[in-house]
């Protein structure tokens, strides 16, 4: 087995919105983006790539990497597994109106940067392809991680749940940090017309839904057991450079920790998210990059950690595997059905809101807005399994 691993820059043009959290219009730069290739050769060669970005692009993009990746490299399509760390302060893939910016502005500075993404990714991977090194031996290791985040979700005897780390203020959501999570869903009944002597009553929200602690690592080893490359999974949202953080580029708390890793043991570092659902970490005070700095520390230590401790992988072999999931799609009703539909759902959480039925009236609420949203059609790529 082989293994080797490359990194190409692919900071997007300062002004290009930002995708993750509101609308917001980037203002500068703080740390670079990185799009980073681990390539493994057993028998037949694949690759993993990660990039610092938010989610998966639209329509087809990923394909256009797997296809530039083997164009350049001759690795298969289907052999390369496209992951993103989930960063809230990357660039947005397509003008967006709610955006404060005229959208052919937007169109000038998210497209060229969108199609020349596919260029940059495979020329990591022609980087990694051209870097293959003996692996000596595979490690992986396990260490749990706790007190860094929370599920954000809350269910309340009410029978509502709620989102734990949102505030409301002056008639606006937004995403407070730790200290302000047990009053939020006080204020979110005020919110909803509850009087304030009943909802003072409420007792405070203590986030306790499920997390997934574990902070895995693979690691593949070179001469001399030094690490060729580090592919880490950790399951949280990696938010911590939302709003009221200035709006700069930034790879956030994952580019942080895989810089030290990187700095610490010469290996390429590759994030991915786990099942994050809705855990997000903690934000203490202050906010912003030093927050940015904390987690990328604690999760930096976490690596070293799991690698102190990891233990070989009996004759490792490499297996890829690529399916289709299909998954069915809602039937809606006709739109006049849908208006009709509506109206008395309104009607119906106005009379609970009067009446002071308030979990009822967020129910009723919520089926307002799930139906009020447009049908989008999801194409679920190639999932893959390796190693």
Not at 24 to 42: F, N, Q, T
Not at 140 to 156: E, M, Q
């Amino acid at each position: 087995m082989r293994a080797g691993v490359g990194k190409v820059r692919i900071t997007p043009p300062v002004g290009v919105p930002i995708l993750g959290h509101l609308f917001r219009i980037s203002e500068g730069i703080h740390d670079d983006l990185w799009a980073k290739v681990m390539v493994v050769e057993d028998d037949e060669p694949m690759a993993i790539v990660g990039l610092d970005l938010c989610w998966p692009m639209p329509e087809g993009d990923y394909v256009k990497i797997r296809e530039a990746i083997e164009k350049t490299t001759g690795i298969k399509g289907e052999r390369v597994m496209v992951t993103c760390t989930h960063c809230h302060s990357g660039p947005a893939f397509r003008p967006h109106p709610g955006f404060p910016m005229p959208l052919k502005r937007q169109e000038e500075l998210i497209k060229p940067w969108v199609e020349e993404l596919p260029r940059r990714v495979a020329e990591a991977a022609e980087k990694a392809l051209s870097d293959l090194k003996d692996v000596s031996a595979v490690r992986f290791g396990k260490v749990p991680i706790t007190g860094l985040t929370y599920n954000r979700r809350k269910r309340i005897p009410e029978g509502v749940a709620s989102l734990i780390n949102v505030q409301v203020k002056e008639s606006r959501y937004y995403y407070g940090d730790a200290s302000e999570i047990p009053h939020s869903l006080r204020q979110q009944y005020l919110y909803w017309g509850m009087p304030k002597e009943q909802a003072e009553e409420l007792p405070p929200s203590i986030p306790d839904g499920p997390i997934d602690p574990d902070l895995s690592v693979l690691c593949f080893e070179g001469d001399g057991g030094r690490p060729i490359a580090i592919f880490t999974n950790f399951a949280c949202h990696a938010v911590a450079t939302a709003p009221p953080v200035p709006n700069l580029i930034s790879a956030g708390f994952p580019g942080v920790m895989t810089d030290l890793v990187e700095e610490a043991t010469g290996g390429l570092c590759i994030f991915t998210p786990g099942a994050s659902g809705d855990i997000r970490p903690y934000r203490s005070k202050p906010k912003g990059f030093e927050e940015v700095k904390r987690i990328g520390l604690a999760l930096a230590a976490g690596v070293l950690q799991a690698l102190r401790e990891a233990r070989p992988v009996e004759e490792p072999r490499v297996k890829v595997m690529s399916d289709f999931v299909e998954v069915a799609l809602r039937e809606y009703p006709p739109r006049d059905e849908i208006k009709r539909m509506l109206s008395e759902l309104e009607e119906q959480f106005q009379r609970a809101r009067s009446e002071g039925r308030y979990a009822e009236a967020k129910r009723l609420l919520d089926r307002i807005n799930m139906l009020d949203y447009p049908i989008r059609y999801m194409d679920w790529v190639d999932q893959k399994g390796t190693v």
